[in-house]
């Protein structure tokens, strides 16, 4: 698909994407309902990762739902995308993200000389 390096814009690319699961997975219901349950959830499905983190603007939790989208994605089975909700779905994201988490670096300690023999 050539939309995505055109001025077409993301809305017409969220389009496109979902006509491609349409025709593509017209005989498999099971993986069209995922890929659709999923897209509703993953922040920014048309954007690369490194864009969104560079964006000014988005909430930290967005950046960190698009970071880790993918690696959550492949901790669940497929039972799971088909029968949990998309509401159940994106908690489930946030208490993976909750997990990866890690606490904000603390600042060294700044020498003023005071203490210099």
Do not use: H
Request: hydrophobic content about 40%.
């Amino acid at each position: 698909m050539e939309a995505s390096r055109g001025n077409v814009s993301e809305l017409g690319i969220i389009d496109l994407r979902n006509r491609y699961f349409e025709d593509e997975y017209q005989n498999d219901q099971v993986e069209l309902i995922k890929r659709k349950k999923l897209c509703k959830i993953e922040p920014f499905p048309t954007v690369k990762v490194i864009d969104v983190m560079n964006m000014l603007g988005v909430p930290e939790v967005d950046k960190l739902r698009k970071l880790y989208f993918s690696t959550w994605l492949c901790t669940l089975s497929d039972a799971q995308v088909v029968y949990m909700n998309e509401a159940a779905l994106s908690a489930d994201l946030d208490k993976f993200i909750a997990g990866k988490s890690i606490a904000p670096p603390v600042p060294a300690p700044i020498n003023t000389g005071a203490n210099l023999n």
